[in-house]
DNA sequence: GCCAACGTTGGC
DNA sequence: GCCAACGTTGGC
Protein backbone atom coordinates (compact mmCIF):
# COMPACT_ATOMS: atom_id res chain seq x y z
CA UNK A 1 0.00 0.00 0.00
CA UNK A 2 0.80 3.52 -1.07
CA UNK A 3 0.39 6.57 0.64
CA UNK A 4 -0.37 10.50 -0.94
CA UNK A 5 -1.25 13.85 -0.37
CA UNK A 6 -4.12 15.19 -2.03
CA UNK A 7 -4.87 19.23 -2.57
CA UNK A 8 -8.21 20.38 -2.62
CA UNK A 9 -9.14 23.71 -2.03
CA UNK A 10 -12.10 23.84 0.97
CA UNK A 11 -13.93 26.74 -0.90
CA UNK A 12 -14.60 23.72 -3.64
CA UNK A 13 -14.44 20.45 -1.93
CA UNK A 14 -13.54 20.29 1.79
CA UNK A 15 -12.95 17.42 4.52
CA UNK A 16 -16.73 18.15 5.52
CA UNK A 17 -18.25 17.95 1.99
CA UNK A 18 -16.25 14.22 1.30
CA UNK A 19 -17.69 13.54 5.03
CA UNK A 20 -21.38 14.64 4.19
CA UNK A 21 -21.03 12.96 0.60
CA UNK A 22 -23.34 9.98 -0.23
CA UNK A 23 -21.62 6.78 0.95
CA UNK A 24 -18.38 9.46 2.25
CA UNK A 25 -17.17 9.27 -1.33
CA UNK A 26 -16.39 11.42 -4.08
CA UNK A 27 -14.60 11.60 -7.78
CA UNK A 28 -11.32 13.54 -6.96
CA UNK A 29 -12.25 15.40 -10.30
CA UNK A 30 -10.58 18.47 -12.15
CA UNK A 31 -6.81 17.46 -11.94
CA UNK A 32 -4.90 19.05 -14.90
CA UNK A 33 -1.82 18.47 -14.46
CA UNK A 34 -0.17 15.39 -16.24
CA UNK A 35 2.20 13.99 -13.42
CA UNK A 36 -0.65 14.17 -11.04
CA UNK A 37 -2.95 12.41 -13.02
CA UNK A 38 -0.53 9.80 -13.50
CA UNK A 39 -0.07 8.91 -10.39
CA UNK A 40 -3.95 8.87 -10.18
CA UNK A 41 -4.25 6.42 -13.12
CA UNK A 42 -1.60 4.69 -13.09
CA UNK A 43 0.04 4.51 -9.63
CA UNK A 44 -2.47 4.58 -7.02
CA UNK A 45 -3.83 1.23 -5.77
CA UNK A 46 -7.24 0.18 -4.31
CA UNK A 47 -7.04 1.06 -0.55
CA UNK A 48 -3.94 3.35 -0.64
CA UNK A 49 -4.60 6.19 1.87
CA UNK A 50 -3.87 10.01 1.18
CA UNK A 51 -3.41 12.97 3.35
CA UNK A 52 -6.50 15.30 2.53
CA UNK A 53 -4.89 18.60 2.49
CA UNK A 54 -6.43 22.09 2.12
CA UNK A 55 -5.15 24.61 0.25
CA UNK A 56 -5.71 28.18 -1.08
CA UNK A 57 -6.99 29.06 1.63
CA UNK A 58 -6.04 31.17 4.78
CA UNK A 59 -4.49 28.10 6.77
CA UNK A 60 -3.60 25.61 4.45
CA UNK A 61 -2.78 22.61 6.37
CA UNK A 62 -3.65 18.67 6.57
CA UNK A 63 -7.64 18.12 7.64
CA UNK A 64 -7.63 14.67 7.30
CA UNK A 65 -7.39 10.91 5.82
CA UNK A 66 -8.86 9.57 2.58
CA UNK A 67 -8.66 6.21 0.68
CA UNK A 68 -8.43 5.66 -3.07
CA UNK A 69 -11.68 3.06 -3.34
CA UNK A 70 -12.09 2.69 -6.99
CA UNK A 71 -10.20 1.94 -10.24
CA UNK A 72 -9.13 5.10 -12.56
CA UNK A 73 -11.71 6.49 -14.95
CA UNK A 74 -12.41 8.99 -17.09
CA UNK A 75 -13.10 12.30 -15.26
CA UNK A 76 -16.41 14.05 -16.63
CA UNK A 77 -16.04 17.51 -16.41
CA UNK A 78 -13.37 17.47 -18.90
CA UNK A 79 -16.24 17.05 -21.86
CA UNK A 80 -18.51 19.59 -19.99
CA UNK A 81 -18.30 22.99 -22.29
CA UNK A 82 -19.74 25.15 -19.78
CA UNK A 83 -17.84 23.35 -17.06
CA UNK A 84 -14.34 25.12 -15.57
CA UNK A 85 -12.41 22.10 -15.97
CA UNK A 86 -14.01 21.58 -19.88
CA UNK A 87 -11.08 20.35 -21.88
CA UNK A 88 -11.69 21.35 -25.67
CA UNK A 89 -8.58 18.68 -26.71
CA UNK A 90 -10.06 15.50 -25.03
CA UNK A 91 -11.78 13.47 -26.85
CA UNK A 92 -14.60 11.08 -25.31
CA UNK A 93 -13.28 8.11 -27.08
CA UNK A 94 -9.35 9.10 -25.69
CA UNK A 95 -10.10 11.26 -22.68
CA UNK A 96 -7.37 13.06 -21.26
CA UNK A 97 -7.92 13.47 -17.85
CA UNK A 98 -8.75 9.77 -15.23
CA UNK A 99 -9.52 10.32 -11.79
CA UNK A 100 -10.36 7.84 -9.05
CA UNK A 101 -13.16 8.19 -6.57
CA UNK A 102 -11.95 8.42 -2.42
CA UNK A 103 -13.77 7.64 0.49
CA UNK A 104 -13.43 9.33 3.72
CA UNK A 105 -11.65 7.69 6.52
CA UNK A 106 -11.50 10.80 9.09
CA UNK A 107 -10.63 14.09 10.12
CA UNK A 108 -7.31 14.93 11.74
CA UNK A 109 -6.10 17.25 14.06
CA UNK A 110 -5.61 20.15 11.74
CA UNK A 111 -1.46 19.75 10.81
CA UNK A 112 -0.75 23.73 9.58
CA UNK A 113 1.49 23.94 6.49
CA UNK A 114 4.12 25.89 8.86
CA UNK A 115 4.20 23.51 11.29
CA UNK A 116 4.82 20.88 8.84
CA UNK A 117 7.95 22.51 7.62
CA UNK A 118 9.38 22.79 11.76
CA UNK A 119 9.84 19.30 11.61
CA UNK A 120 13.13 18.15 10.18
CA UNK A 121 11.68 14.26 9.89
CA UNK A 122 9.90 15.79 7.23
CA UNK A 123 12.23 17.96 5.52
CA UNK A 124 12.12 16.18 2.12
CA UNK A 125 8.87 15.73 1.78
CA UNK A 126 7.42 16.72 -1.80
CA UNK A 127 4.67 18.78 -0.20
CA UNK A 128 7.43 20.90 0.84
CA UNK A 129 9.49 21.14 -1.56
CA UNK A 130 10.55 24.89 -3.11
CA UNK A 131 7.79 25.59 -5.67
CA UNK A 132 5.88 22.63 -5.49
CA UNK A 133 2.83 23.12 -7.03
CA UNK A 134 1.69 19.43 -7.54
CA UNK A 135 -1.93 18.67 -6.38
CA UNK A 136 -1.18 15.00 -5.96
CA UNK A 137 2.11 13.95 -4.23
CA UNK A 138 3.81 10.81 -2.57
CA UNK A 139 4.36 10.35 0.77
CA UNK A 140 6.84 8.22 2.27
CA UNK A 141 6.46 4.80 4.86
CA UNK A 142 8.49 7.08 7.25
CA UNK A 143 6.95 10.58 6.33
CA UNK A 144 3.25 9.32 7.06
CA UNK A 145 4.16 7.48 10.08
CA UNK A 146 5.52 10.52 11.64
CA UNK A 147 2.37 12.79 11.00
CA UNK A 148 0.25 9.86 12.19
CA UNK A 149 1.78 8.33 15.23
CA UNK A 150 4.08 11.49 16.47
CA UNK A 151 1.85 14.45 15.11
CA UNK A 152 -1.60 13.29 14.96
CA UNK A 153 -2.10 11.05 18.31
CA UNK A 154 -1.11 13.53 20.52
CA UNK A 155 -3.22 14.96 23.14
C1' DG B 1 14.06 20.24 -30.00
C1' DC B 2 14.61 24.88 -28.21
C1' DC B 3 12.80 28.52 -25.73
C1' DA B 4 9.93 32.76 -25.09
C1' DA B 5 5.45 33.86 -23.83
C1' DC B 6 1.73 32.88 -21.36
C1' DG B 7 -1.36 30.83 -17.84
C1' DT B 8 -1.83 28.67 -13.36
C1' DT B 9 -0.85 27.45 -8.63
C1' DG B 10 -0.71 28.63 -4.14
C1' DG B 11 1.56 30.80 -0.16
C1' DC B 12 1.85 35.10 1.82
C1' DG C 1 -3.59 41.35 -4.67
C1' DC C 2 1.19 40.16 -5.37
C1' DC C 3 4.52 37.36 -7.18
C1' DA C 4 7.74 33.29 -7.45
C1' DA C 5 7.81 29.02 -9.46
C1' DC C 6 6.38 25.92 -12.57
C1' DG C 7 3.88 23.64 -16.66
C1' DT C 8 2.17 24.14 -21.28
C1' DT C 9 1.90 26.01 -25.81
C1' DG C 10 3.41 27.13 -30.14
C1' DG C 11 6.59 29.45 -33.43
C1' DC C 12 10.78 28.60 -35.43
Known sequence: MAFWLMKSEPDEVSIDDLAAAPDRILPWFGVRNYQA???MRDTMRIGDLAFFYH????????????EVCSEP????????????YFDPKSK??????????VRFVKKTPYLTLAELRSYP?????RLLARG???SIT??????WAFITEQL????
Not at 152 to 155: K, L, W
Open 138 to 143: PVSDAE
Open 55 to 66: SGCAEPGIAGIC
Open 92 to 101: PEQPRWWLRD
Open 73 to 84: YPDATQFVAVDP
Open 121 to 125: ELANM
Open 152 to 155: MEQQ
Open 132 to 134: NRL
Open 37 to 39: RNF
